[in-house]
């Protein structure tokens, strides 16, 4: 059986989950808790060369590592990757997109705020929600007049930026500009076999 190693928090974690439910593969989940460095220990950087979840574990023991390498595996050979060349080019073409121009701004502006270090680091903020801006901007003018990222059906394209896209206002990122965005944010999250981030797992207590 497949196994996954991720945490709760994590939005790269959560689309792995997501594409699991979707294509009704068991798996086990193994929950790390990050803050108390269970991802730093020798074991686990075993599977891990960078010592980050999500980490997939195959049966015969190899694991892939990077969200994105994960869900293009698990797609392999199903309706959520394009069997067109030119197609699978533009989803391969998100996902690179997803983790420059928006994780790389939103993911670390939410952690801030969740964790309470926001208001002390106001430069950052400002930066973080500057990059952060541009990237959702690039994606509400394509989306805009599109159900899609690529084509004419979800893939995983828009499964890589569903997480942490729709997690933004946790940084306090204003969705209200971006008309697309919200719109196709509801769309992912009526696809079939679409589930919550804490599906599985009980939200940490603060």
């Given at each position: 059986?497949?196994?996954?190693?991720?945490?709760?928090?994590?939005?790269?974690?959560?689309?792995?989950?997501?594409?699991?439910?979707?294509?009704?593969?068991?798996?086990?989940?193994?929950?790390?808790?990050?803050g108390k460095g269970e991802a730093r220990?020798?074991?686990?950087?075993?599977?891990?060369?960078?010592?980050?979840?999500?980490?997939?574990?195959?049966?015969?023991?190899?694991?892939?590592?990077?969200?994105?390498?994960?869900?293009?595996?698990?797609?392999?050979?199903?309706?959520?990757?394009?069997?067109?060349?030119?197609?699978?080019?533009?989803?391969?073409?998100?996902?690179?997109?997803?983790?420059?121009?928006?994780?790389?701004?939103?993911?670390?502006?939410r952690v801030h705020?969740?964790?309470?270090?926001?208001?002390?680091?106001?430069?950052?903020?400002?930066?973080?929600?500057?990059?952060?801006?541009?990237?959702?901007?690039?994606?509400?003018?394509?989306?805009?007049?599109?159900?899609?990222?690529?084509?004419?059906?979800?893939?995983?394209?828009?499964?890589?930026?569903?997480?942490?896209?729709?997690?933004?206002?946790?940084?306090?990122?204003?969705?209200?500009?971006?008309?697309?965005?919200?719109?196709?944010?509801?769309?992912?999250?009526?696809?079939?076999?679409?589930?919550?981030?804490?599906?599985?797992?009980?939200?940490?207590?603060?």
């Amino acid at each position: 059986m497949l196994r996954l190693y991720d945490s709760l928090l994590s939005g790269n974690s959560w689309k792995v989950r997501i594409l699991l439910n979707q294509l009704a593969r068991p798996f086990e989940r193994v929950t790390l808790d990050l803050g108390k460095g269970e991802a730093r220990t020798a074991e686990f950087g075993h599977k891990s060369r960078f010592a980050r979840v999500p980490v997939l574990e195959l049966e015969d023991g190899k694991t892939i590592v990077e969200s994105g390498a994960i869900l293009l595996y698990l797609a392999q050979g199903t309706p959520y990757l394009p069997k067109d060349l030119y197609e699978r080019a533009e989803v391969t073409s998100w996902l690179f997109f997803e983790q420059v121009d928006l994780q790389k701004s939103i993911a670390p502006c939410r952690v801030h705020h969740l964790h309470g270090h926001a208001d002390s680091m106001p430069q950052e903020i400002e930066r973080l929600h500057a990059e952060g801006y541009a990237g959702l901007e690039k994606l509400d003018k394509w989306l805009t007049g599109r159900r899609w990222l690529v084509g004419d059906r979800y893939t995983v394209a828009d499964l890589a930026l569903f997480p942490y896209v729709s997690m933004s206002p946790q940084g306090r990122f204003d969705l209200e500009r971006f008309a697309a965005v919200r719109q196709w944010i509801a769309r992912v999250e009526g696809e079939p076999g679409w589930i919550n981030l804490w599906h599985g797992g009980a939200p940490p207590v603060r």
